[in-house]
Each structure stands twice: as structure tokens, then as C-alpha cells.
Nanobody, 120 residues
């Protein structure tokens, strides 16, 4: 079973940047598609970005396009989410998971995530 750990969140002013890290052990990270998801208070979890294991294709939800960048470091067994030009609407708990779509994660044991808070 794949277990991932998120880190790198924090409190930042609007317009600032953060880099989130998703790490794991016991498996070959490069063989897995990794998605970033977020859940804001009172809202459903949504997909933010995804990196395919097959061809390296990336996906971004419309609200983060041009501001967020997903990348993989196979040597470090990590996937990163660089978040620039942060907005208060980006405030949420961010999680990573081994899939791009929530429909494939119904049985996944989500980690604690990492809190991102953007002040206006």
C-alpha cells in the first residue's frame, strides 16, 4: 500500500510562494502518477494538479494554471508543487495521492496533509 506524506505548507501573504513536497517510501516513486488535491473549510476536496507516470504529462485545474507547477525528483522520491502568486482562495489543506482523480481514491488512506493559509 502506498503511503504519501505532505509537507511545506504555511502562512503566506497574497502574492507569495510556497513549495509543497510529497514524499514516500517503500515503492518506486517514478512509477506512480501523483496528484495534488486540496480541501478548503466547508468545501469538497478538489483536484489541483497531477503528474502522469507514463509520459510526464501534467494537469492543472483552471484556477491554478500559470501559477502552480508540479514536478518530480525521482532521485529524492518526491513530487513537488510550486505555488506562486498565491491567493486567499488557495487556502486549504493540501494532500497528495497516487492518482489524478478522486474516483480512483475512494479507498485511499489520506495523510494529514499540509495546511496552506494565504492572507489578504
Amino acid at each position: 500500500e502506498v503511503h504519501l506524506v505532505e509537507s511545506g505548507g504555511g502562512l503566506v501573504q497574497a502574492g507569495g510562494s510556497l513549495r509543497l513536497s510529497c514524499t514516500g517510501s517503500g515503492f518506486t516513486f517514478s512509477e506512480y502518477t501523483i496528484g495534488w488535491f486540496r480541501q478548503a473549510p466547508g468545501k469538497e476536496r478538489e483536484g489541483v494538479s497531477c503528474l502522469s507516470s507514463n509520459d510526464g504529462d501534467t494537469y492543472y485545474t483552471d484556477s491554478v494554471k500559470g501559477r502552480f507547477t508540479i514536478s518530480r525528483d525521482s532521485a529524492e522520491n518526491a513530487v513537488y508543487l510550486q505555488m506562486n502568486s498565491l491567493k486567499p482562495d488557495d487556502t486549504a489543506v493540501y494532500h497528495c495521492a497516487p492518482a489524478c482523480a478522486l474516483v480512483f481514491l475512494s479507498r485511499y488512506s489520506w495523510g494529514q496533509g499540509t495546511q496552506v493559509t494565504v492572507s489578504s
